[in-house]
């Protein structure tokens, strides 16, 4: 079945540390892939999208995401984590707009 | 360009009522989508809608969820008979297109007491 899957449901960095959050996707063809964040009692955000080209996607608010056909990930990073960054970040497949699970992201002082 | 305008914020109903949640896509967009966020979990695609057309309805459940989209005015999720489960944060997004991101709104929490 088509899906996008994030492994990580919390994870715990400290500030200035940097930050990996994992996606992976299960698509035939190459999917369009988003990274959305949602700051608590808020609505989602757009981060980045990836459509095609440049597998390197830079966002907002200093993160990036890699797309990587071999290995079928598009996973975000930051090189370092602000204590404002804490939030959920969801993974997801424009093809039919599911998202993955999500990853809580905490910043610890 | 207002964004994705999700009303009313908050609503509270009880067990047996029905619940309107309205979503004015942004201004050219004619694509919705509506998705249900449980406390603590994450999105659950419940429907995607094209003006007057439900184009893919497959996280809906089978009874008491309806969702339009008429051709004026905003798009509706109903929620008929509510129960307590039924208490979540409802969201919803839009795009200009099928191929393009989607847009979401501060979305509507539902509380049935």
């Known amino acids: 079945a088509q899906s996008v899957t994030q492994p990580d449901i919390h994870i715990t960095v400290s500030e200035g540390a940097s930050l990996e959050l994992r996606c992976n996707y299960s698509?035939?063809?190459?999917?369009?892939l988003f990274w959305y964040v949602q700051s608590p009692g808020q609505g989602l955000q757009l981060l980045l999208k990836?459509?095609?080209?440049?597998?390197l996607v830079q966002g907002i608010k200093g993160f990036e995401a890699e797309f990587k056909r071999s290995q079928s990930s598009f996973n975000l990073r930051k090189p370092s984590v602000h204590w404002s960054d804490a939030a959920e970040y969801f993974c997801a497949a424009l093809n039919d707009m599911r998202f993955g699970a999500g990853t809580r992201l905490t910043v610890k002082p | 360009n207002a964004g994705v305008m999700q009303n009313p914020r908050h609503l509270v109903r009880r067990r047996g009522q029905e619940a309107r949640l309205r979503c004015s896509p942004m201004k050219g967009h004619s694509h919705v989508y509506w998705y249900r966020q449980l406390p603590e979990e994450g999105l659950k695609f419940m429907v995607y809608l094209q003006k007057e057309n439900i184009i893919d309805e497959s996280g809906m459940p089978k009874e008491r969820f309806s969702a339009e989209f008429p051709k004026e005015g905003p798009s509706i999720l109903r929620i008929q008979q509510v129960v307590r489960g039924d208490s979540a944060a409802y969201f919803c997004a839009s795009s200009p297109t099928a191929n393009t991101e989607a847009f979401f709104g501060q979305g509507t929490r539902l509380t049935v007491v």
């Open positions: 698509y035939g063809a190459t999917p369009y």
């Open positions: 990836y459509f095609s080209g440049d597998t």
